[in-house]
């Protein structure tokens, strides 16, 4: 990529359920679409259990190195979710009742309702600043470049639409896709590599599809770059060249 | 959990498309189910596009951190596969042509389709041997504690066969389910860590579901440990307590 400016993000998974296996994440996925919108590039994820020495670590590798982190899971009412008081320990800074976050909880749950399991979500960094949940409520919240959201899908990306407005924007990526059909990776692959070579401010992507024998065979190709014309071009160079191999292709 | 002896594992999963969110990685998932019934923990998992720097990176944190290592993407035949070098960066050792390999590649495609490109999936970082690949036969590998994996997921599950009996596992941890009907996690919060707090050589997690309004509204409690008979008797504890407090339940 020539664009040096585009922000850079990381995402932090939180909760022992993935790392077990009894629960297939799909937050980072919906959280690089969404950034990819936004023209914020995706560098690195990262998924921990409930631990509290675990997500400290990898939340200060990766906030240091990356313009934002996202972190997703650990913000509920239960004695495993620790995210707050990790994220304190991570900033060196108090986790206290934000009095907003005790408004908004209060609101929602009657007098005998509002328990101090539920009052626990109320419990914020020092310094931190909310991140509406308009599905149940509790709120995440943002301190300095870290954004920590709910891991319940649902409410996850319903967070994502209120820190929006909080983030700077790139360049949005421009991405075509030339699909190869009746053939693998290793037929096209040495035209493949002559594009990438003949343009290395872009990135080409090869993705086989149908095999073990499920269907079509053949291979997806992927431009991605954040120049829209030269993207073009090279899809146009590359699909002249597949062509003229009598490769069966298809762009979209 | 009690069982110091319990082998611990990582997952690095290697791949722009993972990042940009073109793809939903399945593979972490399939791995920690995989690794779950040989009684082998997933500690953390990683997530780098790629670029060499960040797999080295991230390979050599992983591997001295955990027993196992796992990868998974970057071994087909394209120049974006680049996963055999950066293994062999990683531990300092050079990447030739595995003859046992490349007999395994000349096999399966015929003498004017073994190209250049294809040839590429026949090397290996020195010392490692390979995992057999029998979807669509180019192998995978294992140097020292990291096993090489194919992305694509059907060919990855059948890699996992192959490289189980080569893992020294450990007890199998037991897991009961208490299903919550009818109330939130606020509501159950405090019989549940009144129930981890008497058992802390046990797990406890919880689980919300139906948030959002989408149907039946719960809770999920889980309860994980190696000693089967401990795991029982904290379901049965928590069980009694909560339909003393007549929350409506339901074990499996």
Same mark, same amino acid.
């Given at each position: 990529m020539t664009d040096h400016a585009a922000p850079t993000a990381a995402v932090?998974?939180?909760g022992d359920e993935i790392l077990s296996g009894r629960t297939q994440d799909v937050n980072l996925n919906a959280i690089a679409r969404f950034l990819g919108d936004l023209g914020i590039d995706v560098a690195e994820a990262r998924t921990v259990?409930? *631990?509290?020495?675990r997500i400290v670590e990898a939340l200060n590798a990766? +906030? $240091? @190195?990356?313009?934002? =982190?996202?972190?997703?899971? $650990?913000? $509920?009412?239960t004695h495993d979710d620790i995210t707050a008081d990790a994220v304190g320990a991570a900033f060196g800074v108090a986790v206290r009742e934000h009095p907003e976050a005790l408004a908004i909880l209060e609101r929602r749950y009657g007098p005998g309702e509002f328990? %101090? %399991? +539920? *009052?626990? !979500? %109320? *419990?914020i960094p020092e310094g931190g600043t909310l991140i509406a949940n308009p599905v149940t409520d509790a709120p995440g919240f943002q301190i300095d470049n =870290?954004? =920590? !959201? @709910? $891991?319940?899908?649902? &409410? !996850?990306? %319903?967070?994502?639409q209120d820190l929006a407005p909080r983030l700077r924007t790139g360049a949005l990526v421009h991405v075509r896709? &030339? +699909?190869v059909v009746g053939v693998g990776e290793g037929a096209i692959a040495d035209l493949l590599r002559a594009a990438a070579g003949a343009r290395p401010d872009l990135s080409f992507g090869s993705y086989p599809f149908g095999l073990g024998g499920d269907g079509e065979v053949g291979t997806q190709l992927v431009i991605r770059g954040r120049d829209g014309a030269k993207?073009? @071009?090279a899809e146009q160079d590359l699909s002249e060249n597949l062509r003229s191999s009598s490769i069966e292709i298809a762009v979209t």
């Amino acid at each position: 990529m020539t664009d040096h400016a585009a922000p850079t993000a990381a995402v932090l998974i939180i909760g022992d359920e993935i790392l077990s296996g009894r629960t297939q994440d799909v937050n980072l996925n919906a959280i690089a679409r969404f950034l990819g919108d936004l023209g914020i590039d995706v560098a690195e994820a990262r998924t921990v259990g409930d *631990r509290q020495d675990r997500i400290v670590e990898a939340l200060n590798a990766l +906030r $240091g @190195a990356y313009d934002y =982190v996202f972190t997703t899971g $650990g913000i $509920g009412p239960t004695h495993d979710d620790i995210t707050a008081d990790a994220v304190g320990a991570a900033f060196g800074v108090a986790v206290r009742e934000h009095p907003e976050a005790l408004a908004i909880l209060e609101r929602r749950y009657g007098p005998g309702e509002f328990n %101090a %399991a +539920r *009052r626990r !979500m %109320a *419990r914020i960094p020092e310094g931190g600043t909310l991140i509406a949940n308009p599905v149940t409520d509790a709120p995440g919240f943002q301190i300095d470049n =870290v954004f =920590v !959201m @709910a $891991g319940v899908p649902k &409410i !996850m990306t %319903a967070m994502l639409q209120d820190l929006a407005p909080r983030l700077r924007t790139g360049a949005l990526v421009h991405v075509r896709t &030339i +699909r190869v059909v009746g053939v693998g990776e290793g037929a096209i692959a040495d035209l493949l590599r002559a594009a990438a070579g003949a343009r290395p401010d872009l990135s080409f992507g090869s993705y086989p599809f149908g095999l073990g024998g499920d269907g079509e065979v053949g291979t997806q190709l992927v431009i991605r770059g954040r120049d829209g014309a030269k993207v073009d @071009a090279a899809e146009q160079d590359l699909s002249e060249n597949l062509r003229s191999s009598s490769i069966e292709i298809a762009v979209t």
